[in-house]
């Protein structure tokens, strides 16, 4: 994800992502989000409800250990969750493969040697045996 995008969500959801600037050997987050823009939408979201869902029962929000993308969609993986938590990150992880990683868009998962999650359009622009350009950092 872009470093404008990444700093709204650091910015934004601060508590989240309070882990960002701890060593790897504590946390992933010191990577950043490794995934596309079109996603930020989605993760943004569900920062958004996991910060409300913490609120409304009363404890601390969880720890953002990694934010990514495998097997074409997001993965976001937590400490100190409650059930409706994890609930909600299954929902924004099932939203990831129904949207285009490049532009949000409505898109599927396409698999040309690494499985994505395109629209029609950034699939057309792939090669037909040319592997997507990793546009994620």
Request: net charge negative; aromatic share 10%.
């Amino acid at each position: 994800m872009n470093q404008e995008l990444t700093q709204k969500l650091y910015d934004d959801f601060p508590e989240l992502f309070r882990g960002k600037d701890k060593s790897m050997r504590e946390t992933l987050m010191c990577f950043g989000f490794d995934c596309r823009d079109g996603w930020f939408r989605i993760i943004y979201e569900l920062s958004s409800d996991i910060m409300k869902l913490s609120e409304q029962a009363g404890v601390e929000p969880p720890e953002v250990v990694q934010v990514k993308e495998k097997f074409g969609g997001l993965r976001y993986y937590v400490h100190g969750a409650t059930q409706a938590i994890y609930s909600r990150i299954q929902e924004a992880e099932d939203q990831s493969i129904q949207t285009c990683e490049i532009c949000g868009g409505s898109g599927r998962r396409r698999s040309g040697g690494w499985i994505q999650t395109l629209c029609d359009e950034h699939w057309k622009r792939r090669g037909e045996h040319e592997e997507a350009v990793d546009t994620r950092h």
